[in-house]
């Protein structure tokens, strides 16, 4: 049989450790069907040849853990990502008002925590550009809001307000006055509900810009690691209406501590409808947790109190046994628990609610995820292998940048901030790694983040040798935890994450190939195509097209 497309003119990895390179692959109905001299063999008068033009092709990647609706809207309301300044963005949010005199709330997305000393971020800095419209911006952590006294004014927090379950609000110096800095959900959600929400089109129009950019990347599958019911809504209009989707994706359902026992009743129902809607692109598998918060805001769960705040452990979401029991439970309901755990008592809390689902519900194959397992106690990595449990890491994280030096290491002291993002020690253990971006935290782009876990350093190559360079790894297992990694999370390592006949042809193909790229340079390496069972999603004849059902 002739094949549909054939790469030749580079190479061809596979994506196995160690495994052979090729120079051909072969491609028939969306699957491989010969690597080598056969697929050369395979050419027809009506076969696609595909010039890798000196380049690489390689397993296409996933990603582990991201936000495409969320990431999607914060493309669009005040920019305020990657500004130098808080006057920076007090004047970008002045512009945008300026320009947008009807807009009844001014928001913006992905702010820096460290432009204020200790991440305090004052009201009335925003009340000088605007003072008659609430304004609300969110850190890149979106676990800070800085608002201004309109939005406090509108949520009704005042000085009497207790700081809420689960949430912190920050208070001036010498007062119980609200500064304008919130913390975590407990204190962000009664504001954000505030929010005339974007309609149902303008998320799906922002899906679709969030999937053409991960296709750009070389990505054909996500974790949406945060689905509210209507997002499931929004998946599916994508899926099956107008283009379709260049990705596929699993849904991981929100579950909060409030009402949860409630929430639980309607997911397989909701896990049926996404999957008979979307087969063989999306799948709806996971249950999300936050079992804690985030270290540079002082709200992660630790074991031992915060260095610069002895008497704080941080903010542990969920007690203890609350959450063994509600993971216990979408275990039962076949879900797999995806669990945000940064801090090291976040941490050992997910594993041990992971360990009393496994010893209630009995042994099977149920792949956890925790996500983020930025510090662990050194008792707590190899249970990570013993219980079977993933880790999505975010190398992209694992730089002495200025939110490692301005909030985290003075939050943690010397001796937990040398054990963090310890990848190359979990790799050692056993455990089994997914890479994710957590977009629109980080970027979304994979080897911008297998740049940063080869080389520990920031863009500019600092520190030299690396940050904790103990913990670098080889491309070879960075690329491994972007692909293989994935698709071992998504339940389809048999479908997808390395090249074999039979597999998917979920393909990426790069300028030139990464495990001979100088460190340095990989972070930049061209994205020249992405396929997607065979179709083109990105690249030169891109379709733009992906139909809901492929095999």
């Known amino acids: 049989m002739h094949a549909d497309i054939v790469f030749t003119g580079g190479i061809v990895r596979t994506g196995s450790a160690n495994g052979p390179v090729h120079d051909a692959l072969a491609v028939v109905d969306g699957r491989i069907s010969a690597l080598g001299a056969a697929a050369l063999a395979a050419r027809g008068p009506r076969t696609t040849v595909v010039d890798l033009a000196g380049g690489a092709l390689l397993p296409a990647f996933g990603d582990s853990h991201v936000h495409p609706v969320m990431g999607g809207l914060g493309l669009h309301g005040v920019p305020v990502r990657d500004r130098a300044s808080v006057e920076d963005v007090v004047e970008a949010v002045r512009r945008w008002a300026d320009e947008h005199p009807d807009a009844e709330w001014i928001t913006g997305d992905g702010f820096d925590p460290w432009l204020a000393p200790d991440g305090r971020f004052d009201a009335r800095r925003l009340d000088a550009a605007v003072a008659d419209r609430p304004v609300v911006l969110r850190t890149t952590d979106h676990h800070t809001a800085w608002v201004n006294s309109e939005a406090l004014r ?68 996500v974790q949406d690691a945060w689905v509210e019911p209507h997002h499931a809504d929004v998946w599916m209009a994508a899926a099956t209406t107008g283009p379709g989707l260049p990705v596929r994706a699993d849904l991981a359902f929100i579950l909060e501590p409030d009402g949860w026992r409630e929430r639980i009743a309607r997911f397989a129902a909701d896990r049926e409808r996404v999957e008979s809607a979307a087969p063989g692109l999306l799948t709806a598998r996971s249950v999300k947790f936050f079992a804690d918060g985030v270290i540079e805001s002082g709200t992660a769960a630790l074991l031992e109190p915060y260095t610069d705040c002895p008497h704080s452990h941080g903010i542990a979401n969920w007690s203890l046994g609350e959450l063994a029991e509600a993971v216990t439970a979408v275990d039962a309901l076949g879900f797999r628990p995806h669990i945000h755990a940064i801090g090291d008592g976040g941490v050992r809390a997910a594993l ?184 083109r999603t990105h690249g030169t004849g891109a379709s733009g097209y992906v139909p809901a059902a492929r095999g």
């Open 352 to 535: 041990d609610a992971i360990e009393a689902a496994a010893r209630s519900n009995g042994p099977r194959d149920r792949r956890p995820v925790i996500a983020h397992a930025q510090l662990i106690h050194p008792a707590d990595l190899p249970r990570f292998a013993a219980l079977g449990a993933i880790a999505s890491i975010q190398p992209l994280w694992a730089q002495r940048d200025p939110l490692m030096t301005e909030l985290t290491l003075p939050r943690i002291g010397p001796e937990r901030g040398g054990r963090q993002y310890q990848i190359a020690a979990m790799a050692a253990s056993g455990a089994r790694i997914s890479f994710g971006s957590d977009w629109p935290v980080t970027a979304y782009e994979p080897l911008r983040g297998i740049a940063t876990a080869v080389t520990r350093q920031t863009p500019d190559g600092t520190p030299e040798g690396g940050w904790l360079p103990e913990e670098r790894i080889d491309v070879e297992t960075a690329l491994t935890a972007y692909s293989a990694g994935c698709a071992h999370q998504a339940f389809e390592e048999e479908e997808w994450g390395a090249l074999r006949p039979g597999m998917r042809a979920d393909l990426v193909h790069l300028a030139a190939d990464p495990v001979e790229t100088a460190p340095a340079a990989l972070a930049g390496l061209p994205v020249l195509g992405t396929w997607l069972g065979g179709r």
């Open 154 to 221: 509108r949520a009704g927090y005042t000085a009497e307000t207790p700081d809420p379950v689960g949430g912190e609000i920050l208070r001036r110096d010498g007062s119980a006055q609200p500064l304008g800095t919130l913390r975590e959900f407990g204190a962000l959600n009664p504001v954000f509900a505030l929010i005339p929400p974007a309609s149902h089109e303008a998320q799906v129009a922002a899906l679709r810009e969030a999937a053409a950019r991960f296709a750009a990347a070389g990505v054909t599958w």
